[in-house]
Structure formats: structure tokens, C-alpha cells
């Protein structure tokens, strides 16, 4: 069973770069069979789909943070990442990865990793 | 532009059925979706996806009591049985290619 885990710094500075991992046991990231995933939620709020990675390289993001946003894949250490460029307090939230099986849906989602941006 | 809606809040008597609806936008009805809960101060979990056609695949371990199904634009989760352990917020989201997009989540309360 695959298994995701986020980690990153907890508190960004505003105007900085916001970097996450998440790393993935129990299946790879190379497979192409999957949409590897990034979602937030604000504190108190709903849930936010950041943009995913799939096919090798592809990439699809939120229009509303396409311009900031960065999904990339690392095969060599099974993992894939977020960065979220000049941030601000609107950006704190919790972080989630996910992974969506392409052909029937099945998601799986990591446990999220709380994101404050404060100076 | 693509939105789902969801009722804010819905809440049933313990051991009752409820039915959460999730309708999706016009030009857009025939979108799968899935449905995801959120238990207090925890993580989502995957649910189930329900397709265009209504069909509907859980994911592991989801109880039998959790069934989906379709009615044009709205795709609805309906849990038989309510138990305590159900009480959270449920979203659907919009599954397969293209840009995803999550309802505002239904927050479901058992009395």
C-alpha cells in the first residue's frame, strides 16, 4: 500500500519561496499511471487543488497559481515537489500530496504538513 | 467555468440515512467526481469516484454503507446507518484530467 509523506519548512518568510516534498513508499513516481498531486487548505477552509505532475514531465496547475507554482519529480529518491514562489499570508495553509490512479480514480493522500508564512 | 456546490451543512439522527449532493456547473454534467471525508482535525480520505454513468468504485476499506450515484448534474454520496465516526466534512472533486476543482464541502452532523 502506497504510503505519502510531506515535509518542508513549517514557517516561510512573505516574498520567499515556499519548498515541499513529498516522498513516496510503497510505489514509484515514475509510473505513468498515476496524477501526482498537490492540494492546500487554508486554515478553516476548504480544499484547494494546487496542480499535479504525470506522463513523465507533464504538468497541470491551478490557473489561479500557475504563474508561482512549480511541480517537479525526482526518480532517484522516489519523491515530488512543490514550490510556491513569492508567498504571503494568503499562501498559509495546510499542504497535502496525493496520488490519483489515472484509469478509476483511486486516490491516496499524504497525512499534510501545515505551511505559515510570517515574518 | 467549472464549479461544484455543495450544501454548506446537512445533519441526521444517528443510525438514519443522509444524502450529500454535489451538482456540478451547467455545460458539465457529465463529469465523474469523487468524494473525499475529512474527519475533525484530520486529513482527507478517499471515499469513492462516481462516474458519469452513475457507476461507483470505493476505495479500501470504505464501508458498504457508503454508495454514490447520479441524477444529471448531481452527484450524490448517501450514507446508510449513520454512525458517530461519520461526522465530518465531505468534498467532492472533480477526478481525471484537467483541472481540478473541489466543491466547498458539506459538513455532516450526526445527532
Known amino acids: 500500500q502506497v504510503q505519502l509523506q510531506e515535509s518542508g519548512p513549517g514557517l516561510v518568510k512573505p516574498s520567499e519561496t515556499l519548498s515541499l516534498t513529498c516522498a513516496v513508499s510503497g510505489g514509484s513516481v515514475s509510473s505513468g499511471d498515476y496524477y501526482w498531486s498537490w492540494i492546500r487548505q487554508p486554515p478553516g477552509k476548504g480544499l484547494r487543488w494546487i496542480g499535479y505532475i504525470y506522463y513523465g514531465g507533464s504538468t497541470d496547475y491551478n490557473p489561479s497559481l500557475k504563474s508561482r507554482v512549480t511541480i517537479s519529480v525526482d526518480t532517484s529518491k522516489n519523491q515530488f515537489s512543490l514550490k510556491l514562489s513569492s508567498v504571503t499570508a494568503a499562501d498559509t495553509a495546510v499542504y497535502y500530496c496525493?496520488?490519483?490512479?489515472?484509469?478509476?480514480?483511486?486516490?491516496?493522500w499524504g497525512q499534510g504538513t501545515l505551511v505559515t508564512v510570517s515574518s | 467555468q467549472l464549479v461544484l456546490t455543495q450544501s454548506p451543512s446537512v445533519s441526521a439522527s444517528l443510525g438514519a440515512s443522509v444524502k450529500l449532493t454535489c451538482t456540478l456547473s451547467s455545460g458539465h454534467s457529465n463529469y465523474a467526481i469523487a468524494w473525499h471525508q475529512q474527519r475533525p482535525e484530520k486529513g482527507p480520505r478517499y471515499l469513492m469516484k462516481v462516474n458519469s454513468d452513475g457507476s461507483h468504485s470505493k476505495g479500501d476499506g470504505i464501508p458498504a454503507r457508503f454508495s454514490g450515484s447520479r441524477s444529471g448534474a448531481e452527484r450524490s454520496l448517501t450514507i446508510s446507518s449513520l454512525q458517530s465516526e461519520d461526522e465530518a466534512d465531505y468534498y467532492c472533486q472533480t477526478s481525471g484530467t484537467g483541472p481540478w476543482v473541489f466543491g466547498g464541502g458539506t459538513k455532516l452532523t450526526v445527532l
Open positions: 496525493a496520488r490519483e490512479l489515472i484509469l478509476t480514480g483511486y486516490m491516496s
